[in-house]
T-cell receptor, first 114, second 107 residues
C-alpha cells in the first residue's frame, strides 16, 4: 500500500530535550511538508522540501530543523529552542513541486512536552 | 498578506438537513483553493481543488464552488459519517490554511 507514515503516534519529552519526528512516503512524491496544528487553529507550515537535499522555511520555522537526504524521508527535529512545542505535527507530500498540487497527509504525531 | 477565514466555526445538523460551509479568502493572485476533511486525531484527507471562479466539483454528498472572494462547501442530505472538521486552504503568494469548520451531523 502506498502512503505516508509518521512515527511515533504519541511522543513525550522533557523540556530542554531535542526530539526527532519521522516521516516516510512511498508515493514517489517530489515534495514534502511539515505542519503544526494547535487546537482551534489551522495548519501552519514549518518547513517544506521540493527536491532532495533542498528545503525552505515556512511561516514558523524557528526552533525546528529538517533534512532531506532521501526522496522518501523528511524528518523534523524539534529543538529546545522551540518555546511551545506541544502540538499535533502533520507531514504531507505532493507529486509535483509547488503548493498548487494536492497534498496527501500522514496520520500525525502528537508531541507533549512535560 | 494572504488570509483565509471559515464560517461557521462549528455547525450542528440533523441527518438529512442540507447546509453550506463558507471559506473567505484574501490572496494576491489565487493559484488554487483546496478543501480537506479531517477526522479527530488524524491527518487531513483531500477532497477538492478549485482553480478559477465559477468552477464547481462534486463528490458524493459534497459540492464545492468558487467565486472571486469565497468558496462554499455544500453538503446535501448529510449523514452522521460526514461529521468532521472541514479545512479550506488557498495558494496565493503563500499557502495558508483556514481554521476549519467543525461539523456534527446528528442521527
Amino acid at each position: 500500500d502506498g502512503g505516508i507514515t509518521q512515527s511515533p503516534k504519541y511522543l513525550f519529552r522533557k523540556e530542554g530535550q531535542n526530539v526527532t519526528l519521522s516521516c516516510e512516503q512511498n508515493l514517489n512524491h517530489d515534495a514534502m511538508y511539515w505542519y503544526r496544528q494547535d487546537p482551534g487553529q489551522g495548519l501552519r507550515l514549518i518547513y517544506y522540501s521540493q527536491i532532495v537535499n533542498d528545503f525552505q522555511k515556512g511561516d514558523i520555522a524557528e526552533g525546528y530543523s529538517v533534512s532531506r537526504e532521501k526522496k522518501e524521508s523528511f524528518p523534523l527535529t524539534v529543538t529546545s529552542a522551540q518555546k511551545n512545542p506541544t502540538a499535533f505535527y502533520l507531514c504531507a507530500s505532493s507529486m509535483g513541486r509547488g503548493f498548487h498540487n494536492e497534498q496527501f497527509f500522514g496520520p500525525g504525531t502528537r508531541l507533549t512536552v512535560l | 498578506e494572504d488570509q483565509v477565514t471559515q464560517s461557521p466555526e462549528a455547525l450542528r445538523l440533523q441527518e438529512g438537513e442540507s447546509s453550506s460551509l463558507n471559506c473567505s479568502y484574501t490572496v494576491s493572485g489565487l493559484r488554487g483553493l483546496f478543501w480537506y476533511r479531517q477526522d479527530p486525531g488524524k491527518g487531513p484527507e483531500f477532497l477538492f481543488t478549485l482553480y478559477s471562479a465559477g468552477e464547481e466539483k462534486e463528490k458524493e454528498r459534497l459540492k464545492a464552488t468558487l467565486t472571486k472572494k469565497e468558496s462554499f462547501l455544500h453538503i446535501t442530505a448529510p449523514k452522521p459519517e460526514d461529521s468532521a472538521t472541514y479545512l479550506c486552504a488557498v495558494q496565493g503568494q503563500n499557502f495558508v490554511f483556514g481554521p476549519g469548520t467543525r461539523l456534527s451531523v446528528l442521527p
